[in-house]
């Protein structure tokens, strides 16, 4: 008798076991499906936002093409939104906010290149950042990353006149080369997933590549102040 009641608390103890197992799996699919769906629309807002204020913005840094220099990789100014909520729920981690404040951090949804010849660029990019806040674009961020690690250039963060974050870059054509050919090792380097042993093959990899991006004359003294 005291057996039979023995292996019937065990078969009990079990099958609660797998009920609360069961649960926990449920819950957990639900709060994921839960945050995917939010993700996807907060990403979906950003790029009707994005889309709105394209064709003005797109204009503008078009007038910024002078003496040869050209806006690479105009077909992909608008970042994917598979691309963006993986950028949000990153930052959200990274940054322990949650997925809306990320999500208003975020100021590449709108993207632009211009690649500008070694010999017109120390004078080049600051005549473009005049234009730009003549037009009344405001200048969030200025990094200047020439003699930098594993990239180099200048990355622009502006607020359009309608409050739209946009990022302009500012390459040469070697530092446009070299950046689109190192792609798939930043994205392994930042990738939460790569293997230890990945990240560092990767870093190596980055330095070597950067190692090949010739700086123009006067790059690394471009500045400007943010007001």
Do not use: C
Not at 128 to 154: C, D, P, S
């Amino acid at each position: 008798m005291n057996q039979m009641k023995e292996i019937s608390k065990h078969i009990s103890g079990s099958f609660l076991d797998g009920i609360n197992l069961q649960y926990f799996r449920s819950s957990l699919t639900m709060l994921t499906a839960m945050m995917v769906m939010a993700t996807s629309f907060l990403a979906q807002s950003l790029i009707t936002e994005a889309q709105a204020a394209e064709p003005k913005i797109t204009r503008d840094v078009r007038a910024l093409e002078q003496n040869g220099s050209y806006l690479a990789g105009l077909n992909h100014r608008i970042k994917e939104e598979d691309s963006l909520m993986h950028k949000i729920l990153t930052d959200a981690m990274k940054d322990s906010v949650d997925l809306e404040k990320a999500a208003d951090g975020i100021g590449d949804v709108l993207r632009y290149t211009l690649v500008i010849r070694d010999e017109d660029y120390s004078r080049q990019v600051p005549d473009a950042m005049e234009k730009l806040t003549k037009n009344n674009y405001k200048v969030l961020k200025f990094r200047n990353a020439w003699g930098g690690k594993f990239y180099q250039g200048i990355n622009v963060q502006l607020l359009n006149p309608s409050g739209i974050k946009t990022e302009l870059q500012f390459h040469t054509p070697n530092s446009y080369a070299i950046k689109q050919a190192s792609h798939e090792v930043y994205e392994i380097r930042r990738n939460p997933a790569s293997a230890p042993e990945e990240v560092a093959e990767a870093t190596a990899q980055s330095i070597a590549f950067n190692d090949m991006v010739k700086v123009p004359s006067g790059a690394k003294d471009i500045s400007w102040n943010l007001e």
